[in-house]
């Protein structure tokens, strides 16, 4: 069952930047992210206790008022050391060898949807590093 979680938008935000975040916050639970009148709707599957109090973090974390540039790049740089450890199996190897780990163990869906999480969370880490000013 989707549940639609609301909570009141920062005054200024990239909702994109915003998206991306809370689709890799919520890990592979959000649906979507987006706005409502004045508020920021999340969508989430499986709902869990403390929802509300991530999205309220997250959304504390896109305001510009709340976080300065230099707070804004340790929670960045936070993120991607995170999404990193989720993918430190990839350290030192050649793509033919991260090709066949995958080959060898990623056998079923479930597995499947684990290794694109991780390297989506990746990638978006990656991306947040290469803008920072």
Not at 52 to 70: D, G, R
Not at 81 to 103: D, F, M, R, S, V
Request: aromatic share 4%; proline share 6%.
């Amino acid at each position: 069952m989707i549940t639609r979680i609301l909570s009141p938008a920062p005054p200024t935000y990239n909702i994109h930047r915003l998206r991306e975040d809370a689709l890799a916050a919520f890990k592979g639970r959000a649906q979507d992210c987006n706005e409502v009148a004045d508020q920021i709707a999340i969508y989430l599957d499986p709902p869990q206790p403390g929802d509300q109090a991530m999205l309220t973090s997250l959304l504390a974390a896109h305001n510009p008022a709340l976080t300065s540039t230099v707070q804004q790049k340790a929670v960045d740089l936070a993120s991607a050391a995170t999404a990193y450890k989720t993918i430190n199996w990839l350290a030192g190897k050649t793509p033919e060898q991260a090709e066949g780990y995958i080959l060898a163990n990623v056998n079923d869906l479930a597995t499947a949807r684990a290794a694109i999480a991780k390297l989506a969370a990746a990638v978006v880490a990656l991306a947040k590093l290469v803008s920072l000013d």
